[in-house]
């Protein structure tokens, strides 16, 4: 685990809270967990979606993801 992740503790405090809202939560944990890592990692990085490291997911599906959280 990196200084920069969620440790378990933290994602479980977040999983409490994101199976209220609806639309959010699919069930698929680790899909949802990679998700909001690279969203995280833009945020506190600044980069450019171009940039997100392959490890967190594909660029654009994160991208259009955000946005659609957004636009709600």
Request: proline letters at 4%; aromatic letters at 12%.
């Given at each position: 685990?990196?200084?920069?992740?969620?440790?378990?503790?933290?994602w479980v405090s977040?999983?409490l809270?994101?199976?209220?809202?609806?639309?959010v939560w699919?069930r698929?944990?680790?899909a949802l967990?990679?998700?909001?890592?690279?969203?995280?990692?833009?945020?506190r990085?600044g980069?450019?979606?171009r940039d997100?490291?392959?490890?967190?997911?594909l660029?654009?599906?994160v991208?259009?993801r955000?946005?659609?959280?957004?636009?709600r």
């Amino acid at each position: 685990m990196t200084r920069t992740s969620l440790d378990d503790a933290q994602w479980v405090s977040l999983m409490l809270v994101m199976q209220q809202i609806p639309l959010v939560w699919k069930r698929d944990d680790v899909a949802l967990r990679r998700f909001v890592e690279a969203a995280l990692w833009i945020c506190r990085t600044g980069a450019p979606w171009r940039d997100l490291p392959d490890g967190l997911g594909l660029w654009s599906s994160v991208y259009h993801r955000w946005r659609r959280w957004c636009l709600r």
